[in-house]
């Protein structure tokens, strides 16, 4: 099974058609949501890609959103891996 992890950092900004097309593909998606207090995972692991929506928070408002701390880490990680990330506005 191939499955991809999405972070949605608020309720409204969910994978929308993107989990459409996600499912068409027959790609499992894992869901992340730090908004209910869900922990960002430090790595991928089995994954295949990652999908980060977003949110009214900035990338500079780590102080104010730990969270985005991990997510970085994260998103640094998949890059060193060659795997696949799509960003969906998240300033």
């Not at 099974?1 to 994978?15: R, V």
């Not at 780590?62 to 696949?84: D, H, M, N, V, W």
């Amino acid at each position: 099974m191939t499955t991809i992890c999405a972070i949605e950092h608020i309720p409204c900004e969910t994978l929308g058609l993107v989990a459409d097309v996600l499912k068409e593909a027959d790609i499992t998606v894992q869901r992340v949501r730090p908004c209910k207090g869900e922990c960002i995972p430090p790595r991928l692991d089995s994954h295949v890609g990652l999908v980060v929506m977003g949110g009214p928070m900035g990338v500079y408002e780590q102080e104010a959103y730990p969270f985005l701390r991990q997510e970085i880490c994260l998103i640094e990680r998949t890059l060193s891996e060659g795997k696949p990330i799509l960003g969906i506005c998240l300033a």
